[in-house]
């Protein structure tokens, strides 16, 4: 199973946009899910982190801009973000767990991804 993310696009600073993360294949529920994203030369780090039971995670540089939220019933996730900067410009994607952690022992954002990622979606946003 695979998640699938979707809804990039260009848009100028400030602007905003919705990313959708949706599994194909079995319908199988995930626990946490994270939302990546990959700059080019870059390695790919984690952005922001949802339970199964909605508790979530945000690394600071987009705290109080993306807000990650989730539809269990429709398997799911979604990364809304808003006041957009040129530096997130990205290539963006979600990886799903079957663990339930969202945080490390020093109460940073932490996500068990999976080995086998799904198609990501390009975010560009210009100055």
């Known amino acids: 199973v695979q998640l699938q993310a979707s809804g990039g696009g260009l848009v100028q600073a400030g602007g905003s946009l919705r990313l959708s993360c949706a599994a194909s294949?079995?319908?199988?529920?995930?626990?946490?899910i994270g939302w990546y994203r990959q700059a080019p030369g870059n390695q790919r780090d984690l952005v922001a982190v949802?339970?199964?039971?909605?508790?979530?995670k945000y690394v600071d540089s987009v705290k109080g801009r993306f807000t990650i939220s989730r539809d269990n019933s429709k398997n799911t996730a979604y990364l809304q973000m808003n006041n957009l900067k040129p530096e997130d410009t990205a290539v963006y994607y979600c990886?799903?767990?079957?663990?339930?952690?969202?945080?490390?022992?020093?109460?940073?954002?932490?996500?068990?991804?999976?080995?086998?990622w799904g198609k990501g979606t390009q975010v560009t946003v210009s100055s």
């Open positions: 990886n799903g767990s079957p663990l339930d952690f969202i945080a490390d022992d020093k109460g940073r954002p932490y996500h068990h991804a999976m080995n086998t």
């Open positions: 294949g079995s319908t199988l529920g995930f626990n946490a």
């Open positions: 949802i339970s199964h039971g909605g508790n979530t």
